[in-house]
C-alpha cells in the first residue's frame, strides 16, 4: 500500500520510524534557519543593492579605471587647448596602445603627463581586464561546484518530498515543511524564484518540473510526496502525469485553480487536489461560526500542541495492530486520542469506539504523546490481546 504524505507526525522523531509514517529529521534537505540573502528582505521583496549585482574588488578597480580616464582626459585638456572629445579620445588610444598619431603636438610637460600615464593606466588597464576574467571564471566553477554538491545531497534523500513551484503558495509550503524537519527538493525554472528560494537554504534544482530528466534528478524514485505548486492548472497537470509514470507509488498532491480541472487532474494519478479558494472559503466560515474549533485545528495542524503529537500508522501484522480493538491498541498509552480510523476501503470513522478492529491496511490518527506512541507500535502486541 502506497505511503500518505499525511502519515507522519507534527513534531520531533518518531519513536519507531519503520512503523511509524514520518519523515526522517533533516540531513541533507534543511541545515539552517532561514536566512534571506543580500537582494531580500524577511517578507521576500527585493531590495537591490549595487554589492548584489558587482563584488566590491571589482567595484574598485572600476573605480579606479574610470578615474584614470578622467584624470588622463582632464590633464589633456589642462596641458593643451584638446577639447573633451579629442582629450578623451587621446586618453583612450594611450590606455589601450593601440598607437594611434597624437591628436596635437605635444611639449614636455604634456609628454611627460602621457609616460606616466602608460606607466599607470595601462597596468591599471590589464589589471581589471584580469580581475573580469577571474571573476567570470571562478563564478563558473563556484556554479559548478554548487551544483555538484546539491546534486550529491539529493542523491542521499530518500522519503523526502519534492515541491514543484516556488511562488507564494511554494514558499509557504517550504517554510512548513523546514519548520517540521522534513526533508524536501524543490523545483522552480523561474531564475529570480530560484536565487529566492536558495537564499533561504533549501536545495533547489532550476528547470521544468515536467521534465523528466528534471524530476530524475530531483531522486523522484525514492521520493515520498511529490507537491504540485505552481499557479498553472496545466502544469500541475503535466507535472503530475511525468511523476507517476517514473513513480506510480510517489503520493502527489495537486493544487488546482478552477473546480473544472479537479478532475483532470485526478485523472492524471493526482491522490489529492486542493483548490485554495474552497479551502479558504470553508476555513472563513469555520472561524466565522465556530472560532473555537479553528483554532483548535490549527494548533493541531501546527504541531505545536505541548509534549502532543498527531501522527498517523498502518496497522499490518509486521507491527501486530491489525486485529486489536481500539481499546486494546491505546491500553498502554497513559495519554494517546484515537481520533478516527481511515479504513482499507476509504471510508473515514470519525471517534471510533473502543470495540472497534483495526483490520490489515487500516490506518489510525492518533493524539499522544511520543512515549505513548512508542508503547502502541511496540511489537509485544499478543499480550495486548489479552
Known amino acids: 500500500m502506497a505511503d500518505s504524505p499525511g502519515r507522519h507526525a507534527f513534531r520531533g522523531r518518531s519513536p519507531n520510524r519503520s512503523r511509524l509514517l514520518q519523515p526522517s529529521r533533516p540531513s541533507a534537505g534543511i541545515v539552517q534557519r532561514p536566512r534571506p540573502g543580500r537582494l531580500y528582505n524577511p517578507d521576500g521583496m527585493r531590495r537591490p543593492s549595487l554589492n548584489a549585482y558587482l563584488p566590491q574588488r571589482l567595484q574598485i578597480v572600476l573605480l579606479v579605471f574610470f578615474g584614470v580616464i578622467a584624470v588622463g582626459t582632464a590633464g589633456y585638456m ?48 590589464l589589471y581589471t581586464l584580469t580581475q573580469i576574467m577571474e571573476l567570470a571564471l571562478e563564478g563558473d566553477l563556484r556554479s559548478r561546484f554548487y551544483q555538484r554538491r546539491i546534486a550529491m545531497r539529493i542523491e542521499q534523500l530518500e522519503n523526502h518530498y519534492v515541491l514543484c513551484g516556488f511562488g507564494r503558495v511554494g514558499h509557504e509550503i517550504a517554510r512548513e515543511l523546514r519548520e517540521r524537519g522534513v526533508d524536501f527538493v524543490i523545483i522552480e525554472q523561474t531564475p529570480e524564484e530560484v536565487d529566492r528560494a536558495r537564499a533561504f537554504g533549501y536545495l533547489v534544482i532550476a528547470g521544468d518540473a515536467s ?27 503535466y507535472i503530475t502525469l511525468t511523476a507517476k509514470s517514473i513513480n506510480p507509488n510517489c503520493f502527489v498532491v495537486a493544487r488546482v485553480g478552477y473546480p473544472h480541472n479537479e478532475e483532470k487532474l485526478r485523472l492524471a494519478g493526482a491522490d489529492r487536489v486542493l483548490s485554495l479558494y474552497s479551502l479558504g472559503g470553508r476555513r472563513m466560515v469555520l472561524t466565522a461560526l ?17 509534549d502532543l503529537i498527531l ?7 509486521e507491527n501486530g495492530i491489525a486485529g486489536l480493538t481500539v481499546g486494546q491498541l491505546i491500553a498502554g498509552a497513559s495519554n494517546a486520542t484515537l481520533l478516527g480510523i481511515r479504513h482499507r476501503k476509504g471510508d473515514l470513522e470519525v471517534g471510533p469506539r473502543n470495540d472497534s478492529v483495526l483490520h490489515d491496511g487500516d490506518v489510525a490518527i492518533v493524539l499522544a504523546e511520543e512515549a505513548d506512541i512508542a508503547a502502541m507500535l511496540a511489537p509485544a502486541a499478543e499480550p495486548r490481546r489479552q
Open 211 to 237: 521534465d523528466e530528466r528534471i524530476l530524475n534528478e530531483a531522486n523522484i524514485n525514492r521520493a515520498r510526496c511529490l507537491l504540485a505548486a505552481s499557479d498553472s492548472d496545466s502544469g500541475n497537470t
Open 290 to 306: 465556530q472560532p473555537l474549533a479553528a483554532d483548535f485545528m490549527d494548533t493541531l495542524a501546527s504541531g505545536r500542541h505541548g
Open 78 to 125: 589642462l596641458l593643451t587647448d584638446m577639447g573633451f572629445v579629442d582629450a578623451l579620445y587621446q586618453t583612450v588610444t594611450t590606455l589601450s596602445t593601440v598607437g594611434f598619431r597624437e591628436v596635437t603636438e605635444f611639449d614636455t610637460r604634456t609628454k611627460l603627463f602621457t609616460v606616466a600615464l602608460i606607466l599607470f593606466g595601462v597596468g591599471t588597464v
Open 311 to 317: 501522527t498517523e500508522f498502518e496497522a499490518n501484522s
